[in-house]
C-alpha cells in the first residue's frame, strides 16, 4: 500500500536555529501534501497545504516566514522551521494526498532547546 | 467554516466490552468523514471513512461507524475491545471538494482495562 514517510524521526536543536524535515511518498506521487503540528495531548491542527510547483497555503494563525515549505518534486514536500525556538517543540506530521483520502506519515518529533 | 467535536476526551473500558466513540460535526455543505487512530508516539492511521452510499461503515480491526446526517453526528463502535485499542482516536472531517485535507477533532483517549 501507499507508503509516507519522514526524516528525520526526531531533531534536538538550539535556539535559534533551522530544522529541516522532509515527507516523502514512496510509491506513489503527491501533488499536495499537508502539514500538520501536534502539541502534547492535543489534536492535530493543520498548519499548510503543500502544493508541487507552486507556493503553499497556510492556515491563518500560521507565519508563513517562519514555517517554510517547499513541494519541489511529485514525492518530497519539505517544512523548515526557521529560528526554531521552544515554543516550536512539537510533533510534525505531513500527508500526502491521494484522492481518495491522506496518507500520514510517522512523525517528526522536534525538541528545541 | 467546518468544525469536529468529541465530546469525551478519556473513556476507559473493560477488555471485551464493547465501547462507543462520538463524534459530532458542523459543516454548511457536504462532508466527508473519517476516524483515524493514533498509538503512543507514532502516525496515525486510518480506520474508516465515510465518502457516500451507505451510512454504516465498516473499518479495520473491528471498527465500524454511523454517518447521521439528521444529527450531524459520526460514531465510531467495536463490540469487543481488547488491550491492544488502547490509543488515541480522532475524528475528522474534509472539506467538500476534497477527501484529503482534513481537520481533526480534539481526540479521544481508549484505556482498556484488563
Known amino acids: 500500500g501507499a507508503v509516507v514517510s519522514q526524516h528525520p524521526s526526531r531533531v534536538i536543536c538550539k535556539s535559534g536555529t533551522s530544522v529541516k524535515i522532509e515527507c516523502r511518498s514512496l510509491?506513489?506521487?503527491?501533488?499536495?501534501m499537508f502539514w500538520y503540528r501536534q502539541f502534547p495531548k492535543q489534536s492535530l491542527m493543520l498548519m499548510a497545504t503543500?502544493?508541487?510547483?507552486?507556493?503553499?497555503?497556510?492556515e491563518q494563525g500560521v507565519e508563513k516566514d517562519k514555517f517554510l515549505i517547499n513541494h519541489a518534486s511529485l514525492t518530497l514536500s519539505t517544512l523548515t522551521v526557521t529560528s526554531a525556538h521552544p515554543e516550536d517543540s512539537s510533533f510534525y506530521i505531513c500527508?500526502?494526498?491521494?484522492?481518495?483520502?491522506?496518507?500520514f506519515g510517522p512523525g517528526t518529533r522536534l525538541t528545541v532547546l | 467554516a467546518q468544525s469536529v467535536t468529541q465530546l469525551d476526551s478519556q473513556v476507559p473500558v473493560f477488555e471485551e466490552a464493547p465501547v462507543e466513540l462520538r463524534c459530532n460535526y458542523s459543516?454548511?455543505?457536504?462532508?466527508?468523514l473519517f476516524w483515524y487512530v493514533q498509538y503512543p508516539n507514532q502516525g496515525l492511521q486510518l480506520l474508516l471513512k465515510?465518502?457516500?452510499?451507505?451510512?454504516l461503515v465498516k473499518g479495520i480491526n473491528g471498527f465500524e461507524a454511523e454517518f447521521n446526517k439528521s444529527q450531524t453526528s459520526f460514531h465510531l463502535r467495536k463490540p469487543s475491545v481488547h488491550i491492544s485499542d488502547t490509543a488515541e482516536y480522532f475524528c475528522?472531517?474534509?472539506?467538500?471538494?476534497?477527501?484529503?485535507?482534513?481537520?481533526f477533532g480534539p481526540g479521544t483517549s481508549l484505556s482498556v482495562i484488563p
Open positions: 500527508s500526502a494526498a491521494t484522492g481518495l483520502h491522506g496518507i
Open positions: 510509491d506513489f506521487q503527491a501533488t499536495t
Open positions: 503543500s502544493n508541487e510547483g507552486s507556493k503553499a497555503t497556510y
Open positions: 459543516s454548511s455543505v457536504s462532508v466527508y
Open positions: 465515510y465518502l457516500s452510499g451507505s451510512t
Open positions: 475528522a472531517v474534509s472539506e467538500g471538494t476534497s477527501y484529503d485535507k482534513v481537520i
